[in-house]
């Protein structure tokens, strides 16, 4: 493939007409149409002397180098690439973006300095200036309908990425009692009119089927031009990669002898660590990448026992990891499968019917060496985050201490591995003050959540009833839109008149 042309995109299933698809397209469409998911055709390469000469540059400055790898400017021209990635890093609270600091022995990169204070606000700022841009030039009207599915951070960093975008609604469903306060008060409290939250009767998992279904629904896709936030969109885990490489750079500046990072990564729908694996791909110095789940422990059972069987989900106090099946794990499936994807899509059919995949001999060792694995159950999570605050001074969410964990677990406390903090531990109170009490006075953004108003629909556990609660709701929307619009230019008109009067009493005094 030229260096001036953009990589192209197909689905794991194998569809025709779903292959060869550009970064617009499948950042607009999302899921693809035969119910795959988007991956390169091809993998560009960085050389260890372009990573070095990337080491001085700010944040916003590697991301664009790194994603202009895949997005060149027959897609995206590079001033407006560097444009979107810039605005976006600029909503975090720090000049690193994500900075790396070093605690008890090892590295933990920091991914909660964004508005929402969890790590998908890195990718889903992103996402929302890219379809802001798309639709401003020429995708789907000008119209795009995000329906997103969370089990806690996904949901408002989606939300804080959209509002107030124009022509996108936003509709996010999250399970009824299954996310913390915090996390629910970011998402409700959004007062944006093309913001709409539900609560779904149901697991994490459910409302996540909800969508996959709503995609699969070609008449209610279209009808609404249907657009994607989850990591089943392709432009999260592309804007997730660009930590990899920054944090490889900052800790290969603290620790120039370290020939490769680790990575310890908290692991529910498998997007994140799946950027890294990318990462890896593309060449970076990437050693061992480390799955770390809680109870809810599919992927753990799948790299070590090549089982990858769905289980009833676990109620934790990590709940932003309470998933049973991992939407993104179909893309790695599809490399493991040898980029086959007839192979794949027996896979997934197998598994659809019965709730089990299971693989051995070569590809259950292939599998093992690209990812290792652990567990921690809620008695370990807590043992870790008393210890590093005891210990060190640092306090760490549920889901980071998952993570520590398993650097610990697989031996790897050492100045090359880093722990991905994925959350702000301000976010989970209630988890938190089981290992420890008093907690740090929480941030001032989280705090004044408590006085705002909240507003949010119900919805039960039905694809059907959800689309057509989406359909209402900007129906209500465009309406309300349509009347400040002729509301805007009544008043206008008037202004106009009320001018035009002043104008020519003024004259009629002075031939007076």
């Not at 795009?144 to 022509?167: E, F, H, N, P, Q």
């Amino acid at each position: 493939m030229s260096s001036d042309k953009s990589i192209t995109y197909s689905s794991t299933r194998g569809c025709p007409s779903q292959a060869n698809l550009s970064f617009r397209d499948v950042v607009m469409r999302g899921l693809s149409h035969d119910r795959g998911l988007f991956v390169p055709d091809s993998f560009p390469t960085v050389t260890m002397e372009e990573v070095e000469s990337w080491r001085s540059l700010p944040y916003a400055e590697l991301a664009t180098n790194v994603i202009g790898k895949f997005v060149k400017d027959d897609q995206v021209p590079r001033e407006k690439l560097a444009d979107i990635i810039t605005r976006s890093c600029d909503a975090f609270r720090s000049d690193d973006v994500t900075p790396v600091v070093d605690v008890g022995g090892h590295m933990i990169l920091e991914l909660f300095h964004g508005p929402t204070f969890a790590f998908k606000d890195v990718a889903l700022q992103m996402l929302g200036n890219f379809f802001e841009y798309f639709l401003e030039t020429g995708s789907n009207g000008g119209r795009l309908a995000v329906l997103g599915a969370t089990s806690g951070d996904t949901g408002s960093a989606a939300i804080y990425g959209l509002r107030g975008k124009k022509g996108v609604d936003c509709v996010i469903l999250y399970p009824k009692g299954r996310v913390s306060e915090i996390q629910e008060r970011q998402m409700t409290t959004v007062p944006d009119s093309n913001i709409h939250c539900v609560s779904v009767d149901g697991t994490f998992d459910d409302c996540q089927d909800i969508v996959k279904a709503s995609f699969n629904n070609k008449e209610f896709r279209e009808r609404v031009h249907l657009g994607a936030v989850n990591s089943i969109n392709w432009c999260r885990v592309l804007a997730q990669t660009t930590y990899y490489f920054w944090s490889y750079l900052r800790v290969t500046d603290k620790h120039p002898d370290a020939k490769v990072v680790n990575f310890s990564v908290p692991t529910g729908n498998f997007g994140d660590i799946l950027a890294g694996y990318y990462a890896k791909k593309m060449g970076l110095p990437v050693g061992r990448l480390i799955v770390a789940t809680n109870e809810n422990d599919i992927l753990h059972r799948f790299f070590t026992k090549g089982e990858y069987h769905r289980y009833d989900i676990n109620k934790t106090i990590s709940p932003s990891m309470d998933i049973c099946v991992s939407s993104n794990f179909e893309r790695y499936l599809y490399h493991l499968a040898g980029d086959d994807a007839t192979i794949l899509a027996g896979w997934m059919k197998n598994f659809e019917s019965t709730g089990k995949l299971t693989i051995k001999g070569k590809q259950l060792e292939q599998a093992k060496k690209d990812f290792s694995s652990a567990r921690a159950d809620t008695g370990m999570t807590l043992e870790v985050i008393k210890k590093y605050n005891d210990e060190y001074g640092y306090m760490l969410c549920p889901h980071s201490a998952v993570g520590v964990s398993a650097v610990h677990q697989a031996k790897e406390v050492n100045m090359h591995t880093v722990a991905l903090a994925t959350a702000h531990e301000g976010k989970f109170p209630d988890a938190c003050r089981r290992a420890v009490d008093p907690l740090p006075t929480p941030p001032p953004e989280l705090s004044k959540l408590w006085k705002l108003k909240t507003r949010s629909s119900n919805c039960p556990n039905d694809a059907a009833v959800v689309q057509a609660f989406v359909e209402k709701r900007i129906e209500e929307r465009l309406a309300k839109d349509d009347l400040s619009r002729q509301l805007k230019k009544a008043a206008l008109a008037a202004v106009v008149v009320g001018v035009a009067a002043v104008v020519a009493q003024t004259l009629m005094k002075k031939r007076r």
